[in-house]
T-cell receptor, first 112, second 116 residues
Framework: TQLLEQSPQFLSIQEGENLTVYCNSSSVFSSLQWYRQEPGEGPVLLVTVVTGGEVKKLKRLTFQFGDARKDSSLHITAAQPGDTGLYLCAGGPNFGNEKLTFGTGTRLTIIP | DAGVIQSPRHEVTEMGQEVTLRCKLISGHNSLFWYRQTMMRGLELLIYFNNNVPIDDSGMPEDRFSAKMPNASFSTLKIQPSEPRDSAVYFC??????????????FGPGTRLTVL
């Protein structure tokens, strides 16, 4: 069974601060996705990374896929209250295979 | 375009009763996923279909759970009989599966199930 561990599990910081969330596994994934889920809603895809070492930026969010494709990180610069939510990473075992393994999640709260 | 539609949004039932959750895919999508989310276990894939055919049901907890796709745009997840440990938020998601692409799954708003 492939497992994705996310850390920290909970994070509460002040508006304007920077933060990094981690997603780690002992398994290799061909692709890694990050989702954000708000209360009462389903997860929404933020980004997909497919190449080891790949870095993608989405405004104040920076996503990186580890060189060995076993881990990933999400860095948020100057966090805002709108960034509050549950962040989930999800790994795809084979390119084009639709089955995703979701991580344990990081619940982020940005305090105004 | 409408997103993935799930009904009901909330369901409260008593142990032993049958529960049916419904999902309408995004028009044009050909893959359908059922997930269950709890605080303890996170988001777990129960089953997924491609072109109406079940591809992987290894996540279905036990025989009390069954899922169907009577047509290309609609699916049901049935629990019979329901138990308190089935209480969770159930999500369905749809995607378009095409050759060579990493598919984006679009999630519905979920059904919050409480079994008393």
């Amino acid at each position: 069974t492939q497992l994705l561990e996310q850390s920290p599990q909970f994070l509460s910081i002040q508006e304007g601060e920077n933060l990094t969330v981690y997603c780690n596994s002992s398994s290799v994934f061909s692709s890694l996705q990050w989702y954000r889920q708000e209360p009462g809603e389903g997860p929404v895809l933020l980004v997909t990374v497919v190449t080891g070492g790949e870095v993608k930026k989405l405004k104040r969010l920076t996503f990186q896929f580890g060189d060995a494709r076993k881990d990933s990180s999400l860095h948020i610069t100057a966090a805002q209250p709108g960034d509050t939510g549950l962040y989930l990473c999800a790994g795809g075992p084979n390119f084009g295979n639709e089955k995703l393994t979701f991580g344990t999640g990081t619940r982020l709260t940005i305090i105004p | 375009d409408a997103g993935v539609i799930q009904s009901p949004r909330h369901e409260v039932t008593e142990m032993g009763q049958e529960v049916t959750l419904r999902c309408k895919l995004i028009s044009g999508h050909n893959s359908l996923f059922w997930y269950r989310q709890t605080m303890m276990r996170g988001l777990e894939l129960l089953i997924y279909f491609n072109n109406n055919v079940p591809i992987d049901d290894s996540g279905m907890p036990e025989d009390r759970f069954s899922a169907k796709m009577p047509n290309a745009s609609f699916s049901t997840l049935k629990i019979q009989p329901s138990e308190p440990r089935d209480s969770a938020v159930y999500f369905c998601a749809s995607s378009f599966s095409g050759a060579g692409n990493t598919d984006t799954q679009y999630f519905g708003p979920g059904t919050r199930l409480t079994v008393l």
